[in-house]
Each structure stands twice: as C-alpha cells, then as structure tokens.
C-alpha cells in the first residue's frame, strides 16, 4: 500500500518560517506535489518536486530527497492569509495522474 | 481552480438513491479524474481516465460508475447512494498523462441521509 505521513497541526506566528514535512512509503515515485487547501475550498498547486533538491517560488519552497522518501514544504515570511491545510501528495508513476494524498497539515498562523 | 467546473455543489440524498456529479473542463485535459475527501484522511482517488473512452478504477472504486464519452467531461454516478458516501467529491484534470499541475474542481458536498 501507498503510505503517505505529515504533522496534523501546526501553530506559527505571523513573519515567521515554518518548515511542514512529508514522509512517504510508496510502490513506485514519479513526483511529489504540495498543495494548499483553505477550509471549504478546492485544493490550489503549491509545488512538484521530481528530483532531489530544492525548488523555490517566491515565499514558498519544497524540498526533496528521494533515497529518504522525504519532502518538506518551507513558507517564509508567513502571513495570516497562509493560515491552511497543506496537502503532500505523490505520484506514484508515470502514464496517469494518480496521486496519493497524505491527510493533510493544519497550519494556523497566529498575530 | 479556473476551467474545471463541478456540479452541484451541495446535495442531499436519500439512502438509495441514485444521482450524478457533473465536471466539465475547458482546456482540452487528456486526464481527468474524480476524488472523495474525508475528514482525518487525505483525498482518495475514485476512478480516472486518461483520454476519452477510457475509464479506471482508483482506489476506493465500490459504489460509483463513471464514462468519460468527449475530452471535456467526466460524470460520476452514484447508483445507489449510502449513508458512507457522505463526503465532499473533487474533480481534476491535467494536460498529459504526466502533467506537472493538476486542476481541481471548487467541490461537490454529498450527505447521504
């Protein structure tokens, strides 16, 4: 089975850099995704990480490391507006879109 | 989430009951396909297509047909709707059967009463 681990919750405050990880255990790996999700509302593309490393846009990176089945999503300069769920999600191979979702990190930014 | 439109958006339903959830996208996406969420768990895949006339099942299949007969929409079809259907149903598509950024749809809230 597909085996996708993220915190639940997260508390940071306003300006800061809050770093949400992502563990994965799958049957196969073509790519790892972020998104972001606000209470009532659709899934938004945060980020796609297929290779090792570092991918940066604007206030928000994703890292990954394959050999380690790790990604992290790092959000600098927090807002409240930034307060969310944010979904780690892999695709587990190439020739269909399919992603398998971890639950989810509740992110609330405090003042 | 411009381009993949779902309906409706709220529903209520009667055990036994059978309905569709409409999507439609306008960007001419090869890949379409249709996830259930639930709270404490992540978004499910129900079932997927690659292309019009072809259709799979994804994980958690039981319960929902689907048809996939133009590029532009992909119905799905609750036959006869159970109390653990409740849920909230997102569509998605990309272009490519690899496609960096998949689009999903603002949501459809099911309850089964």
């Known amino acids: 089975g597909q085996n996708i681990d993220q915190p639940t919750e997260m508390t940071a405050t306003e300006g800061a850099i809050v770093q949400i990880n992502c563990t994965y255990q799958?049957?196969?790996?073509?790519?790892l995704f972020w998104y972001q999700q606000h209470a009532g509302e659709a899934p938004t593309f945060l980020s796609y990480?297929?290779?090792?490393g570092l991918e940066e846009k604007g206030r928000f990176s994703s890292f990954l490391s394959r050999s380690k089945g790790y990604s992290y999503l790092l959000l600098k300069e927090l807002q409240m507006k930034d307060s969310a769920s944010y979904l780690c999600?892999?695709?587990?191979?190439?020739?269909?879109?399919?992603?398998?979702f971890g639950t989810g990190t509740r992110l609330t930014v405090i003042p | 989430n411009a381009g993949v439109t779902q309906t409706p958006k709220f529903q209520v339903l009667k055990t036994g009951q059978s309905m569709t959830l409409q999507c439609a996208q306008d960007?001419?996406?090869?890949?379409m396909s249709w996830y259930r969420q639930d709270p404490g768990m992540g978004l499910r895949l129900i079932h997927y297509?690659?292309?019009?006339?072809?259709?799979d099942q994804g994980e958690v299949p039981n319960g929902y047909n689907v048809s996939r007969s133009t590029t532009e929409d992909f119905p799905l079809r609750l036959l006869s709707a159970a109390p653990s259907q409740t849920s909230v149903y997102f569509c998605?598509?990309?272009?490519?059967?690899?496609?960096?950024?998949?689009?999903f749809g603002e949501g459809s809230w099911l309850t089964v009463v």
């Open positions: 998605a598509s990309s272009y490519g059967r690899a496609g960096n950024t998949i689009y």
């Open positions: 990480n297929v290779l090792d």
């Open positions: 297509s690659v292309g019009a006339g072809i259709t």
């Open positions: 999600a892999v695709r587990d191979r190439a020739g269909a879109n399919n992603l398998f």
């Open positions: 799958t049957s196969g790996f073509n790519g």
């Open positions: 960007m001419n996406h090869e890949y």
